[in-house]
């Protein structure tokens, strides 16, 4: 046959070899192909197959206050979790669990049942416990390294410093801005495994470390921030009201000493109600309705809302009088207990009665509002606008904390002849208390405006500086001698005027006190509030102290000077400024200046009995019987009567 010669057979093999060739060169490229294009991918898909990965969550960055002092710290502890084609006795494995982590056998029985590459079991096990499960070596059962966040003075600066999740990310406050610098990048651990993901005799086993966070240091001091915190709490009981809020600031850098609200939260367990009454009725509540109520616990008052300043707003409508040169310190007013704008009668609040014939000095002084109605006037509504948006109040002050508001105001021309006359005394607007705080800096600093701060650094596990944080030299908006001009007729406010409750012999204080009528107008409800700086001739510290509808009398002046004044007599030698008395205020009863005694380590009845021997008062916070901390502390120069506060445990 034909097809059977040789010559046929010859060209068979040739296609035959052909068919080889070019299916070894389409198979020799495929390999290079896969190789050259695709080898990392499969190599990788590969190896995810045959290990098991286990992720090691990185140490989370402390927050530190200014003197390095733990707010917020890390602590390392232990997650449970279980491989299912490793577990060799179910029931037991979770009877072993259960007894050891405190669980539901029968719930952690049914976790355990997934058929899943790997279940977590519990989180956040301390270290002893995680000892435990590790000495049973249960087949299946591996036990990780985690951390916890840990806040050692549980409600200090709670809004301020905030708290992070189940995942170790920040919520609120210092630990949700500072995030990204704080979290770290997390590690792993990378077992072999074979196909049924059971772990391999003689494989092995990677590690890669994590890499810890930077720890931010603030500019807090945990001291004055426990002082203010304090302070804040007591007026709020006292006067039954419904908030309060103590700023302290340095003018000059606009670094944040202390930033206390009243009522606040335990930052070990945010998520736990502090009032009683809401508590009762919680597991009623919708879920809607529990998230809008932990978001007005967690609400940071001083920042987040914003509020009718009243008559603390009086300074800024008197630096723009005074740098357009149309008044001075001499200027004469008449008050006769109202003033006629745009034919409606704008009362002052001294009303029935009046001021009288009076200088711009003493105008400031009484607070009155006729004379502030009549410097608005003056400056014209496009004039005041103007100076308002100079201050900033139309836009964040630029402190690093999430949801800052911003103030509230008309247009330039929407701004009607009453809409200007009550602007002018601090009603028809609303700012926030840090945009009240950052204004009177500005003020009082020599006309410089400042950006209120809290990060100060971020440091590295052995305290080396990782980057600093410094905002920018604000922009000079006032003259340095209507500056100068404002330190004087403030401090007279509290010598003299409306603020003398704040009145501290040995230092230079300057002040304004505000009664904010809240809306609707005639609710009888109202803002309580005091602006203090000292020293008034070289401010070191800028204060506010506010109460938010305070039961009883409210008048600003009454209600927070006496806390303004204990505050500052207490912060200002702690801050370096020591008082100096003059030969009329060493004759005052109660002024006989004495160094604080060292209580630290004394049992309390001792410490309290030499406390009465020096005339001091005291308030104790801790439930032990020895003094642990003191507030002045030990070598401050202090007056008679001065409230001493002691830590015990």
């Not at 710290?73 to 490793?86: D, H, K, N």
């Not at 590690?187 to 470390?209: C, K």
């Not at 723009?320 to 704008?341: K, R, Y």
Request: hydrophobic share 40%; net charge negative.
């Amino acid at each position: 046959m034909r097809s059977n010669t040789p010559l046929a057979i010859r060209r068979k093999a040739v296609l035959v070899m052909l068919a080889f060739h070019l299916m070894f060169a389409g198979m020799v490229g495929r390999v290079f192909y896969i190789q050259a294009f695709r080898g990392e991918d499969l190599q990788a898909k590969a190896f995810q197959q045959q290990t098991r990965d286990r992720v090691i969550r990185p140490n989370r960055g402390g927050i530190y206050d200014r003197n390095v002092v733990g707010l917020a710290v890390t602590e390392t502890v232990a997650s449970v979790s279980v491989i299912y084609a490793q577990i060799k006795d179910l029931p037991g494995t979770a009877a072993a669990l259960a007894q050891v982590l405190e669980l539901d056998e029968a719930a952690t029985l049914e976790k355990i049942s997934q058929r899943v590459v790997l279940v977590r079991v519990a989180q956040k096990v301390d270290k002893d416990v995680a000892d435990q499960l590790r000495r049973l070596a249960l087949p299946g059962v591996v036990v990780d390294e985690d951390i916890r966040r840990v806040y050692p003075f549980g409600s200090l600066a709670s809004q301020m410093i905030g708290f992070v999740g189940s995942d170790n990310q920040g919520i609120i406050g210092l630990e949700a801005k500072y995030d990204t610098y704080l979290m770290g990048q997390p590690g792993r651990i990378l077992t072999e495994t074979d196909v049924a993901g059971r772990q391999l005799d003689w494989g092995r086993q990677y590690r890669i470390p994590p890499v810890e966070g930077h720890s931010l240091v603030v500019s807090i001091d945990a001291i004055i921030q426990a002082y203010a915190e304090q302070a804040i709490e007591m007026l709020v009981a006292q006067k039954n009201a419904r908030r309060g809020v103590i700023i302290l600031m340095n003018p000059t850098n606009g670094q944040i000493y202390a930033l206390a609200n009243k009522p606040d939260f335990d930052l070990n367990s945010p998520f736990t109600i502090q009032d009683p009454a809401l508590a009762e009725i919680w597991q009623t509540l919708s879920q809607d309705e529990r998230s809008k109520h932990l978001n007005q616990m967690w609400r940071n008052f001083a920042i987040n809302d914003t509020y009718e300043p009243g008559s603390t707003f009086k300074i800024v409508t008197s630096a723009a009088g005074l740098a357009e040169g149309l008044i001075t310190l001499d200027t004469p007013f008449s008050c006769s207990g109202h003033m006629l704008v745009g034919g409606r009668q704008i009362k002052c609040w001294r009303s029935p009665r009046s001021h009288g014939g009076q200088t711009f000095l003493q105008g400031v002084q009484n607070s009155c509002n006729p004379v502030f109605m009549s410097i608005g006037e003056m400056l014209g509504a496009e004039l005041f606008h103007d100076y308002l948006m100079r201050f900033g109040f139309n836009e964040k002050t630029g402190i690093d904390l999430p949801g800052e508001a911003v103030g509230i105001m008309y247009a330039a021309e929407k701004i009607g002849p009453v809409e200007l006359a009550t602007m002018a005394f601090g009603q028809s607007l609303t700012i926030t208390p840090l945009q009240l705080v950052s204004a009177a800096a500005t003020v009082i600093n020599g006309g410089y405006l400042v950006t209120p701060h809290l990060g100060l650094r971020l440091i590295d596990e052995d305290g080396n500086i990782a980057q600093e944080f410094a905002p920018p030299q604000g922009e000079q908006i006032l003259p340095t001698e209507v500056s100068e001009s404002m330190r004087f007729v403030l401090e007279t406010v509290v010598s003299v005027g409306t603020g003398n409750r704040t009145y501290i012999p040995g230092f230079r204080v300057g002040g304004k006190t505000a009664t904010s009528q809240k809306l609707p107008r005639g609710s009888g409800k109202y803002i309580s509030s005091i602006m203090a700086f000292a020293p008034a001739d070289q401010p070191r510290v800028v204060a506010l102290v506010l109460v938010d509808e305070p039961q009883g009398v409210y008048y600003g002046g009454q209600v927070t000077g006496p806390v303004m004044q204990v505050l500052l007599q207490n912060i200002l030698p702690y801050l370096g400024v020591l008082p100096q008395y003059t030969p009329e205020e060493l004759t005052q009863p109660g002024v006989a200046p004495a160094t604080m005694p060292n209580l630290r380590g004394l049992e309390k009845n001792e410490a309290l009995r030499l406390l009465r021997e020096a005339n001091l008062k005291h308030l104790t916070t801790g439930e032990g019987n020895t003094v642990q901390e003191q507030f002045p502390i030990p070598g401050e120069l202090v007056n008679q009567n001065e409230m001493v506060i002691l830590r015990l445990q």
